[in-house]
């Protein structure tokens, strides 16, 4: 059975949990990271020189960075609506899979939702915040135009493929933070069709509660 390393609150595990959800594998998921340690081990470090999480083990085979995973488990075991093998169809759903690691995610995680998880309110730089959120309503915007083409109700189409999870895994995050975000009516209904889907619910609805700083 394939393993997963790491907590159940980490984006990156909700991102590798959710694929494994979607394409019907089963795991076993084992706590690691955050407040259950684990990830400072040799043994841990042999998995994952950067002590991170997730690690995800299968078989002989061990891996480490969360959109890689889910690229791995849709080209092997996933269908060609989730991994479309032809490289025309699968190159623009990639584009948009490294857009948000690359420009949405460090943004909103870096310098949006971290400061407003894990500082407290008079320790956080408000000028530094409110230009963040006014960049990151810039991306959005991207995000939200593209989502209002007539490609269906998901990036891959009638249902999620593996852009789908790179790219939605955040926007529970995204919603739900007290933050100020632009008027994005189809990235909106995107992130709704996403959460009625009960992989999504499980796996990425996930309370961040626990995170924040008392």
Request: proline content about 6%.
């Amino acid at each position: 059975m394939i393993k997963v390393w790491g907590r159940a609150t980490s984006s990156n595990v909700q991102m590798v949990m959710w694929a494994l959800a979607e394409i019907g594998l089963p795991c076993e998921r084992v706590d690691v990271g955050g407040s259950f340690g684990g990830t400072d081990t040799e043994a841990y470090r042999a998995m994952n020189p950067n002590r991170l999480v997730p690690v995800l083990q299968d078989g002989e085979l061990t891996l480490f960075e969360s959109a890689a995973i889910v690229r791995y488990l849709g080209a092997r075991y996933g269908s060609d609506r989730f991994w479309p093998t032809d490289p025309a169809v699968r190159a623009p759903l990639d584009m948009w899979a490294e857009w948000i690691k690359t420009s949405f995610g460090p943004l909103f995680l870096g310098q949006v939702f971290w400061p407003l998880i894990g500082q407290r309110q008079e320790m956080r730089d408000t000028a530094a915040l409110a230009a963040a959120e006014a960049r990151l309503a810039a991306l959005a915007g991207m995000l939200d135009e593209r989502l209002a083409g007539d490609t269906g109700p998901f990036l891959g189409g009638d249902a999620p493929c593996f852009a789908d999870i790179i790219v939605g895994t955040l926007l529970y995050r995204y919603f739900t933070l007290e933050c100020q975000r632009a008027a994005t009516p189809a990235l909106a209904a995107y992130y709704d069709r996403l959460s009625r889907r009960p992989a999504y619910g499980a796996q990425v609805m996930v309370s961040y509660d626990s995170l924040r700083v008392s």
